[in-house]
């Protein structure tokens, strides 16, 4: 093992106290792998060794398309300790993201699974239209192909440690890719600083320890999964399980097995381990705590977990890469009733602004700004920037809601989702909320789409519960007796298998919007 060295990045000091204090103890369990932090730091150690050999200077991209894998562990522990920016990759990308992302951040080296889900990656990224990364820089992760490297050989063909090299605490620690709205992946960029106060924030308002377990079932290319997986075992100093594809029954083998505390993941994690958790008639009672959020949550899901799992705090909770965690959710189970109906206590510099720019006063909607130190540092691409921030420096979430009580926010819609009919501005949202509580309804989204007479109409995209009939009247007369205004009712149903969803479960919005003018 390297002898560590001090460094100015606050994430790599904490690594050396966690190694200082307890080296053995496994700081990752991924299957039947149980990684200790010493082992994680070795591979890191040679992994970066061996990209310095290779003329990988501080402050270059390392990217990874890997899903929940010790490897991927390792590669940002190496990128920590050697100065490198990480740049995380979904593994549902395909060519028309990776094309763009790769030119965009010009990584030194890209690491690839050989297979997952039945894809070959090293085919996929032979398939690309330009070669961002030439061919001697790829490596292949669980497996070989003779276009590229691989990643073992990699560790084990280096000559000499060499001695970490970690960045400043200001530098660029990740790059995280998300959709936003327009259209292509942006480029998020965090830096130690920033993620470091994430980590104090989440840490202090869940009353995490290094007694706590995470299950991470959220890709760890995404900032929720990265964040239980990579830094909770160094920050914290609790254990990581990692699940590489979800499935609700394994989780509740996993939260037993390994006495799991705490999980977080969107609205299909939290409604699958419900009902795998009372098919086995268990109330998973070592789990104290679970985060919903990155897609509409049902106030009936999080009363229903909360009746399930007893020991549990379940609640919603509100950021975005760009801003993590602005709402947390809530501290205790004596507050679930704002848990399910709002989306977490704030935990940042809010502000709730009418169209005329000021701040409303309390309980009044508006769009939603917001100011942290967690804040990211901005786009990779400067024109993403633009109309980003508020002239005093506040991110544009891009979302519309209120104040609750004086300290909860409520999300009542997307901006940029709002549906105008006749000049009048319709939230799905309030929608949404209002039919998925119909006994037919397993998931619904409602969208605009054109309309000739009133610019917008609302369509109602519904899964239905198996063997339940849904129409259009039936929906009509639901919402009316729910006491919704009648100029919000949609005027178009469809109902459908399944609704498009990204990998942390957000619903794929545009796509239905396609679906409805078909």
Same mark, same amino acid.
């Given at each position: 093992?390297?002898?560590?060295?001090?460094?100015?990045?606050?994430?790599?000091?904490?690594?050396?106290?966690?190694?200082?204090? %307890?080296?053995?103890?496994?700081?990752?369990?991924?299957?039947?792998?149980?990684?200790?932090?010493? %082992?994680?730091?070795?591979?890191?150690?040679?992994?970066?060794?061996? +990209?310095?050999?290779? &003329?990988?200077?501080?402050?270059?991209?390392?990217?990874?398309?890997?899903?929940?894998?010790?490897?991927?562990?390792?590669?940002?522990?190496?990128?920590?300790?050697? &100065?490198?920016?990480?740049?995380?990759?979904?593994?549902?990308?395909?060519?028309?993201?990776?094309?763009?992302?790769?030119?965009?951040?010009?990584?030194? %080296?890209?690491?690839?699974?050989?297979?997952?889900?039945? *894809?070959?990656?090293?085919?996929?990224?032979?398939?690309?239209?330009?070669?961002?990364?030439?061919?001697?820089?790829?490596?292949?992760?669980?497996?070989?192909?003779?276009?590229?490297?691989?990643?073992?050989?990699?560790?084990?063909?280096?000559?000499?440690? @060499?001695?970490?090299?970690?960045?400043?605490?200001?530098?660029?620690?990740?790059?995280?890719?998300?959709?936003?709205?327009?259209?292509?992946?942006?480029?998020?960029?965090?830096?130690?600083?920033?993620?470091?106060?994430?980590?104090?924030?989440?840490?202090?308002?869940? &009353? *995490?320890?290094?007694?706590?377990?995470?299950?991470?079932?959220?890709?760890?290319?995404?900032?929720?999964?990265?964040?239980?997986?990579?830094?909770?075992?160094?920050?914290?100093?609790?254990?990581?399980?990692?699940?590489?594809?979800?499935?609700?029954?394994?989780?509740?083998? *996993?939260?037993?097995?390994?006495?799991?505390?705490?999980?977080?993941?969107?609205?299909?994690?939290?409604?699958?381990?419900?009902?795998?958790?009372?098919?086995?008639?268990?109330?998973?009672?070592?789990?104290?705590?679970?985060?919903?959020?990155?897609?509409?949550?049902?106030?009936? *899901?999080?009363?229903?977990?909360?009746?399930?799992?007893?020991?549990?705090?379940?609640?919603?909770?509100?950021?975005?890469?760009?801003?993590?965690?602005?709402?947390?959710?809530?501290?205790?189970?004596?507050?679930?009733?704002?848990?399910?109906?709002?989306?977490?206590?704030?935990?940042?510099?809010?502000?709730?602004?009418?169209?005329?720019?000021?701040?409303?006063?309390?309980?009044?909607?508006?769009?939603?700004?917001?100011?942290?130190?967690?804040?990211?540092?901005?786009?990779?691409?400067?024109?993403?920037?633009?109309?980003?921030?508020?002239?005093?420096?506040?991110?544009?979430?891009?979302?519309?809601?209120?104040?609750?009580?004086?300290?909860?926010?409520?999300?009542?819609?997307?901006?940029?989702?709002?549906?105008?009919?006749? &000049?009048?501005?319709?939230?799905?949202?309030?929608?949404?909320?209002?039919?998925?509580?119909?006994?037919?309804?397993?998931?619904?989204?409602?969208?605009?789409?054109?309309?000739?007479?009133?610019?917008?109409?609302?369509?109602?995209?519904?899964?239905?519960?198996?063997? @339940?009939?849904?129409?259009?009247?039936?929906?009509?007369?639901? +919402?009316?007796?729910?006491?919704?205004?009648?100029?919000?009712?949609?005027?178009?149903?469809?109902?459908?298998?399944?609704?498009?969803?990204?990998?942390?479960?957000?619903?794929?919005?545009?796509?239905?919007?396609?679906?409805?003018?078909?």
């Amino acid at each position: 093992m390297v002898s560590p060295v001090d460094a100015s990045g606050r994430f790599h000091q904490q690594v050396l106290a966690r190694l200082q204090d %307890a080296p053995d103890q496994v700081a990752v369990v991924e299957g039947e792998r149980r990684i200790t932090r010493r %082992a994680l730091y070795d591979d890191a150690c040679r992994l970066g060794s061996a +990209l310095r050999q290779r &003329g990988v200077p501080s402050g270059a991209a390392i990217a990874f398309q890997l899903p929940n894998w010790v490897e991927a562990c390792v590669l940002n522990l190496a990128a920590v300790l050697y &100065g490198f920016r990480l740049v995380p990759l979904l593994p549902m990308y395909r060519e028309s993201e990776l094309t763009t992302i790769l030119q965009a951040c010009r990584p030194a %080296a890209l690491f690839l699974p050989a297979e997952f889900r039945g *894809l070959s990656y090293p085919d996929l990224y032979g398939r690309l239209a330009s070669v961002p990364v030439p061919v001697d820089s790829v490596f292949v992760v669980r497996g070989s192909d003779a276009r590229y490297g691989a990643y073992e050989d990699l560790l084990t063909a280096v000559s000499h440690l @060499a001695e970490p090299t970690p960045a400043s605490t200001d530098a660029v620690k990740t790059v995280l890719y998300t959709s936003g709205s327009t259209g292509r992946p942006k480029g998020v960029v965090h830096t130690d600083r920033s993620i470091s106060a994430l980590i104090d924030c989440v840490r202090d308002f869940w &009353g *995490l320890t290094p007694a706590d377990v995470a299950l991470v079932p959220s890709p760890v290319a995404h900032i929720g999964g990265s964040l239980y997986a990579f830094d909770f075992p160094w920050a914290i100093g609790m254990r990581a399980v990692l699940m590489d594809t979800w499935v609700p029954e394994r989780a509740v083998d *996993l939260i037993e097995r390994e006495g799991v505390t705490f999980c977080a993941g969107a609205t299909p994690f939290l409604d699958g381990l419900l009902k795998a958790a009372a098919a086995r008639n268990s109330r998973l009672p070592s789990l104290r705590r679970f985060i919903c959020g990155g897609a509409s949550v049902p106030p009936g *899901l999080v009363h229903q977990a909360s009746e399930r799992f007893t020991a549990c705090t379940v609640s919603r909770a509100y950021g975005s890469t760009e801003v993590p965690v602005i709402c947390p959710g809530v501290r205790t189970r004596a507050d679930a009733l704002f848990g399910a109906t709002t989306d977490g206590e704030c935990a940042a510099d809010v502000r709730i602004l009418g169209e005329d720019g000021r701040i409303v006063p309390d309980g009044e909607p508006g769009e939603i700004v917001v100011r942290a130190d967690r804040m990211f540092q901005g786009y990779l691409n400067p024109e993403d920037n633009a109309d980003a921030f508020t002239d005093d420096g506040y991110f544009r979430m891009g979302d519309i809601g209120r104040r609750v009580a004086g300290r909860f926010i409520e999300i009542t819609g997307r901006k940029k989702d709002l549906i105008i009919r006749l &000049g009048e501005n319709i939230s799905p949202l309030e929608i949404e909320n209002l039919l998925v509580q119909h006994p037919a309804v397993r998931q619904v989204s409602v969208v605009g789409i054109p309309d000739a007479r009133t610019g917008e109409a609302a369509l109602a995209c519904v899964v239905l519960h198996e063997g @339940a009939q849904f129409t259009l009247d039936a929906l009509r007369d639901f +919402l009316a007796q729910q006491g919704l205004a009648r100029q919000k009712f949609p005027e178009y149903l469809r109902i459908l298998p399944a609704l498009p969803t990204n990998a942390i479960g957000k619903v794929l919005k545009r796509e239905l919007q396609i679906i409805g003018r078909t």
